[in-house]
T-cell receptor, first 117, second 119 residues
Framework: GAGVSQSPSNKVTEKGKDVELRCDPISGHTALYWYRQSLGQGLEFLIYFQGNSAPDKSGLPSDRFSAERTGGSVSTLTIQRTQQEDSAVYLC???????????????FGQGTRLTVV | AQTVTQSQPEMSVQEAETVTLSCTYDTSENNYYLFWYKQPPSRQMILVIRQEAYKQQNATENRFSVNFQKAAKSFSLKISDSQLGDTAMYFCAFMKHERYGGATNKLIFGTGTLLAVQP
């Protein structure tokens, strides 16, 4: 597609339920990032994919959070047993990562607003 | 660890006026990039301007320019001739740039400045 696509746009879930958030990166972008934006905060890095592997998972806040990427394309972020503090906007970005300086630009999706009630 | 600080939570400017948003950062790295991203109500982050740390010349993009002071670790954004469409949250971001396979090259963001352009 023309840009990074995320679904759903908004998700309301009950505390304790599992949720899956989807990201479709720009075609050909090998790098994919997940960030979390809590109210009044900047974006917080969660996980980085290069192709289908995740060499950096250092930002995942707990073992309730996991992510996978298949076919070097679509990624799914899963949050198990959701808690109220998980409420945030989850943003996905893709880029060509490295090479010339022109490849440092990260292209973002519009995010998924998750509300845990 | 790198940190990015934006000390102005909110700012307001009259249409057609000039406004400057502040950003400071802390790093021991020498090879890095700095960015300003705009986030309108649609939530999508849009790259406004980028600066390579090894370049002394300040980056400019039409009405947007930066004042990059490497020694002071300061990276401010100037918006000239402000327009109503500039109303948004603005984030300053740092990226340590490593050119090897597996390098994360993740962005580290400040907490943002909410800019309101008044008619």
């Amino acid at each position: 597609g023309a840009g990074v696509s995320q679904s759903p746009s908004n998700k309301v879930t009950e505390k304790g339920k599992d949720v899956e958030l989807r990201c479709d990166p720009i075609s050909g972008h090998t790098a994919l990032y997940w960030y979390r934006q809590s109210l009044g905060q900047g974006l917080e890095f969660l996980i980085y994919f290069q192709g289908n592997s995740a060499p950096d998972k250092s930002g995942l806040p707990s073992d309730r959070f996991s992510a996978e990427r298949t076919g070097g394309s679509v990624s799914t972020l899963t949050i198990q047993r959701t808690q109220q503090e998980d409420s945030a906007v989850y943003l996905c970005a893709s880029s060509l990562v490295w090479g010339t300086s022109l490849n440092t630009e990260a292209f973002f999706g519009q995010g998924t607003r998750l509300t845990v009630v | 660890a790198q940190t990015v600080t934006q000390s102005q939570p909110e700012m307001s400017v009259q249409e057609a006026e000039t406004v400057t948003l502040s950003c400071t950062y802390d790093t021991s790295e020498n090879n890095y990039y700095l960015f300003w991203y705009k986030q309108p109500p649609s939530r999508q982050m849009i790259l406004v301007i980028r600066q390579e740390a090894y370049k002394q010349q300040n980056a400019t993009e039409n009405r947007f320019s930066v004042n990059f002071q490497k020694a002071a670790k300061s990276f401010s954004l100037k918006i000239s001739d402000s327009q109503l469409g500039d109303t948004a949250m603005y984030f300053c971001a740092f990226m340590k740039h490593e050119r090897y396979g597996g390098a994360t090259n993740k962005l580290i963001f400040g907490t943002g400045t909410l800019l309101a352009v008044q008619p």
